[in-house]
């Protein structure tokens, strides 16, 4: 452009121009929020387990975890000096604990989503993190390393996951055994679905879920009669008892010993299992170990 075309420009046009300009790097910035963030960042509290594994395995230390019942044995060894902080449902830390700690940024679940509200009033930014669904693991490792500028570690820590999945669910045989998946022991059976964490464990595993042929549903469990269980006649339980359990054998047996389920193939050959350390219940970047162990301890396929 010469001088003399640059001059004759209308103001209209160079406002325009300016306008443009100025939109593009806001989109630009927009964009770069996370990563903006992450420069100033570096106080973290990391409520869900997930979070705080991805976290450590991408080199960055939270200065606080949420406490679990059980799933002691799978935590990091890098996380076992970190501040565990009670979580009470549905509302997740204490408030005053959390002023004190003045966390930058909490990765968190949406079991705790009724106290968000209460976390950002104290300037907390509340970022969930805490994946339900297998297909959901890499999509949140992504976002943690956004919200840590950490994309790099993210990348490859998600290609570490994917690779171990890829593993553990190699050569499954065609036969799927019949599996039932109940959570706690009571008059009741309280079936995983599908849709739920141990649910896709499970069928990634090689096993037909036992459901009553009750599909997909929020929350992921269905309560099946004993008349249901023993119709469907699962060929492998497995119980899922609510938070620490001492006595696992004790678990089995109150199973075993259930009349009304007696006649079923699991009963019948001693396929009775219990599940520990949250493994079906919690999401973890153990995700591929997890499926590789229930096929050896479980479903005896690998």
Known sequence: MTIASARSMSRPGRIFGAVMVLA????????LAPQADAAKQKRVVALSPFAASAMVK????????????GGARRLDPRLRNVRSLPLSHPNGPNLEVMAK???DLVFSSTRWAKGTKALQSLGIRVVYADPTAIGQVNPTVTKIGKWLGKQKQANNLKR??????????KGLPPSRPKVLVVLGIGNTAMAFLG?????QIIQKAGGRLVTGGVGNRSGGFVKLSDEVVVAQNPDIIIVVPHGNTDDLSEVADYIKNNEAWKTTNAIQNDKVYVSVDNELLQSGTDVGQIIGSARSKWLRNW
């Open 101 to 103: 700690l003045k966390p």
């Open 24 to 31: 593009a790097m806001l989109v630009s910035f927009g964009g």
């Open 160 to 169: 570490s996951i994917q690779n171990r999945i890829r593993t553990a669910t």
């Open 58 to 69: 991408m080199g960055a230390r939270p200065v606080a975890i949420g406490a679990t019942i």
């Open 195 to 199: 849709n739920s964490w141990g649910g």
